[in-house]
């Protein structure tokens, strides 16, 4: 069948490629989600609509100094530490191109500085002409932000304030007016002809955090400056030390405001015992060796000394803000402090990046009187936002950040220390009413060892999509002839070594080689159709490359939910009294399917979930299945979006509107191409029982993955079981993410049959090394990836060879736009065929039970 369809595929080559590979309209390249809240609608751009929209807003801005009803918004704006120095911030904006502001916390920059700007123009008869866009890290903070200053001007969202974040968008006017975006949406919009049309100021706020999209805007803003005179950028940073970015923008002006802070006393967990001393519940579950280990995180020690607190400031109000490392660390303290007696009093609340806006907002309202706040957060609330009531901090001294290792092409998350800057932010938090009290859940060694400051996320994380955004910016400049700086882009390496602080060269150099894999960039970092494509859906190029190959191959509606579903937490909740219980009700999930996998038990749980919501249950069915409501409707709203995106990349409708169908088999092969080189092979091994005087009895049969770079175990919460697999058999394995702790695992995992490996992979060859010369017949060893061989007879090797390669090829012609031919189609759905077997093994044979 194999060779039947490639002999089909080349009668049909003979005709010109070129006449076939049909790139689609320039129009439908330059649609990107979002975008559309920059955009300023025909007729409103004359001169003669601009002077009277300026006049209007003229007399509204001197009505609104003058109200009574805006007292107190007027009250609060000045008495803000920044007021002081508004002429002078405007004054520096207007005869600079850039400056640098840095502000402690709370003193007001992030919701001030856009209003001074538009309140300037405003009452200069020139508020039409401006359009200030406010990048935020967070989504809560874009959120936020704009709530509070649409409410400082008296007036409703989406009038001369607005906000767009991933999947939500309240848009201002397109004239006069402020928008506060995430940061990836400025970036979206910079790839288009006419990136920066329209906007006279770009603010890039919490510069300090280094993560890496700002640290890219930074690069992309410098470059635009040399085009663009006219605009005009200020750096917001809310730490002292600004000289990094004055230096930055050729040693611009820089302005420093001071904050409004009360003074906070700073307790070590070595002065707990004489603080807290006569209460014996404070004794540490964990000995002081595993308490300073940077993984470790003490819950039980961390929810006794916020009930300590709550008992001993029991006459004062404040509310307490709790800094931790992940959700799973919230959920777990948010249990303990339920069951305590002090939580009785309490109303815990959640503040982490990936919860609801309208949760998210909860932690911003006063608590009931007789209750006090408690607010469990990530280090989201470390500057992106103010809570200003808190004069208590309980500081776990952890963050949760990836590490990405480029020789193995890994990412790794781990728990870990932060930094002393981000320590003193957080401590910070509770001097803002009044005389605060930070208690740091680590010794006062530990924080002299920390680093100074984050490491940027630009040298700690894959950089496959930024450099495939680099391409796209690149791309739109070179075909917008007002944008000079098209030829500085041509070149990643040369363009990321302008960064603040540029990454390792070998991440740069794995990146690149990764998009070259992908078909995304060619030989000279040139972008393909196929990259134009991927460039557009605002996912990392692996899962852009799944989601297109989904949609042509009738299996888009699995894969939207697994692409959903990686851009959030894990939807799968597990109650520390019901652990087990939950652990069940995940891997009921995976009882209809043939294969162990992870996120395919996701996909049928979600198309459940959805089943219950068309009938009102959708909260019920969460309920009794240990899934989070909040996350289930984001992976919802994503899928909407990726649809949406697909479309306006150029896939045809009719492979993307929505269907009951879509082949489970074919879904599990894809994630191959969605997490490639995230591949492991099974290695059963005997792992000692740790008894004495060993007998046969004191081992046991352990299940591993080898890796390209060591060993690794499949993670506990997953579906797929040792006890389901023979120690005789050869498995393969996908996975998400690689986690140390005690041990290293993987997460999101997905069993598979060897030839979706090889049909799939990106690096695949006939190993030099010879079979096993015991072996009759003609045979051949393929090799993935340098360490993954499989064993094949010649003749069937040679044409997966050659299926795999048109299979790649016909599948990228396709994605953008190209015609589709009988003899590739029958090619695809070959290769079909076989990936959808359950068992497709026959003719390959893992080598580990064959070779010499």
Sequence with gaps: MMEDALQRLHLEMEDDYAQRCQLPPEEAQDLLLQEEVFDVP???????????????????????????????????????????????????????????????????????VPQFVLEDYELNGRGAEVRVVVTQPRRIAAISVAERVAWERGEPLGRSVGYSIRLESVPPRPWGSILYCTTGVLLRRLQRRDGATGISHIIIDEVHERDLETDFLLIVVRELLQSHPSLRVVVMSATVDSSIYDRYFNNCPVISVPGMMHPVQVF??????????????????????????????????????????????????????????????????????????????????????????????????????????????????????????????????????????????MNILRVQWT??????????????????????????QVFCTMNEHQVPEMQRVPLEELCLQIKAIASAAANNTSVSAGPSHSNIVRF????????????????????????????????????????????PPRFGKMLIYGALLGSLEPVLTIVAAACFRDPFVAPINKRDEADKMRASFAVGLSYGSDQLALVTAFEQWTAACSQGQGFVFCERCFLAPATMKLIAGMRQQLRRTLLEAGIKE???????????????????????????????????????????????WRLGFKVNNGRVLIHPTSVISEKQLNPASHYYLVFQEKVQTSQVFVRGCTLLPALPVVLLSWRVKISSEPPASELTGDWMVLEVEGWLKFLIDRRSGSVLLELREAFHRILGKWASGGIHKD????????????????CNDMFLVDTRGVMN
């Design 823 to 838: 003899a590739e189609r029958y090619l695809v759905m070959v290769a079909m065929t076989l990936l959808e077997a359950t």
């Design 268 to 409: 070590h967990l070595d002065d707990l015992p004489h603080l807290m001393g006569q209460y014996n519940f404070i004794v540490p579950k964990f000995p002081m060796a595993r308490i300073t280990d940077e993984e470790e995180v003490d819950t039980d020690l961390v929810a006794n000394v916020i009930s300590w607190i709550a008992e001993e400031y029991s006459q004062t109000d404040g509310s307490i803000l709790c800094f931790l490392p992940g959700l799973d660390h919230i959920i777990m303290i948010k249990e303990r402090l339920q069951k305590m007696p002090a939580g009785k009093k309490m109303i815990i609340l959640p503040l982490h990046s990936q919860l609801p806006a309208g949760e998210q907002r909860a932690a911003f309202t006063r608590a009931p009187a007789g209750l006090r706040k408690v607010i469990l957060a990530t280090n989201i609330a470390e500057t992106s936002v103010t809570i200003d009531d808190v004069v208590y901090v309980v500081d776990s001294g952890k963050v949760k950040e990836k590490q990405y290792d480029p020789s193995l092409n």
């Design 496 to 539: 990321l070594s302008k960064a603040l602080q540029p990454p390792n060269i070998h991440a740069v150099h794995a990146a690149i080689r990764l998009l070259k894999d992908l078909g995304a960039i060619d030989m000279q970092e040139n972008l393909t159709p196929l990259g134009m494509t991927l460039a557009k859906l605002a996912v």
């Design 419 to 444: 930094s002393q800057a981000s320590a003193r932010q957080r401590q910070g938090r509770a001097g803002r009413v009044r005389a605060g009290f930070c208690f740091r859940m680590y010794t006062s």
């Design 42 to 112: 025909s007729g409103y751009t004359s001169r003669e609509y601009l002077n009277a929209e300026s006049a209007t807003m003229y007399t509204a801005a001197r009505n609104r100094m003058s109200s009574s009803l805006l007292a107190e918004q007027w009250q609060a704006r000045q008495s803000l530490p920044l007021w002081r120095y508004r002429q002078k911030i405007v004054d520096m904006i207007g005869q600079n191109q850039v400056i640098v502001l840095t502000g402690e916390t709370g003193s007001g920059k992030t919701t001030q």
């Design 654 to 700: 009719q492979f993307i509107k929505p269907t009951s169908q879509g082949s489970m088999h074919v879904a599990r092969s894809l994630l191959v191409a969605g997490l490639y080189p995230s591949i492991a092979g099974s290695e059963f091994c005997r792992e000692s029982r740790g008894m004495k005087n060993a007998t046969k009895h004191a081992y046991r």
